[in-house]
């Protein structure tokens, strides 16, 4: 069972464009929540803002020269970074129009299991996203896997010897932004440093 605030991310006048429905995936919005209340970062609150005023100052009655397209998609991109921003405790959905999508959310974070994390903070593979994703098919996921395996061995080298953190760190940025480019658009993958580039190798 899913126990994570669900967040709603839907424009409306005056809002914050963040809300709180009581049921998933249903068209009730419930409770319009501040920004303050959530503790965002300055960036995501400004984007949210921009976001909301470009759908407030829209011509009313629609004469056809607001761009709905450009405004989705950029409502849509701020649903996934805010999923991003607290992966493991919030549900997030994103409402266009009538459609109410769920916006699936991965990390990947070396560490000495695994190199891929799903929401609920488990390990996971390419081959879970695809069952996650009912079937979706990866293009070319095991020769991705394998890249995913040789950086988890890369880091696992670490326990025993002096590594490049900041090559490591750019091939792990690589990585997620390979496996995001090859997944649908309600997906968003994050990337998360071990350590910062400068620390030093763990002694055994």
Not at 149 to 167: G, L, M, Q, R, T
Not at 189 to 201: A, D, K, M, R, W
Request: glycine share 6%.
């Amino acid at each position: 069972m899913d126990n994570k605030i669900l967040l709603r991310v839907w424009a409306d006048d005056g809002s914050t464009g963040i809300w709180m429905p009581p049921v998933a995936g249903e068209n009730v919005v419930g409770q319009n929540l501040s920004y303050e209340s959530l503790e965002l970062s300055e960036d995501i609150v400004q984007s949210f803002i921009q976001w909301q005023e470009h759908y407030n100052n829209r011509p009313l009655p629609d004469d056809g020269s607001f761009d709905w397209d450009v405004f989705e998609k950029e409502g849509l991109t701020l649903a996934k970074k805010l999923k991003l921003d607290r992966p493991y405790s919030v549900s997030i959905e994103y409402a266009s129009g009538e459609k109410i999508q769920k916006i699936y959310g991965c990390m990947v974070m070396a560490d000495y299991n695994a190199s891929l994390w799903d929401v609920e903070g488990a390990s996971m593979c390419l081959e879970s996203i695809e069952e996650d994703l009912n079937g979706y098919v990866i293009r070319d996921s095991k020769l991705l896997q394998q890249e995913f395996d040789n950086w988890e061995e890369w880091f696992y080298k670490s326990v025993h010897e002096p590594i490049d953190w900041v090559a490591f760190n750019a091939q792990g940025r690589y990585l997620a932004d390979e496996l995001q480019s090859r997944l649908p658009e309600y997906c968003c993958v994050g990337y998360c440093h071990p350590f910062e580039e400068t620390h030093p190798p763990f002694k055994v």
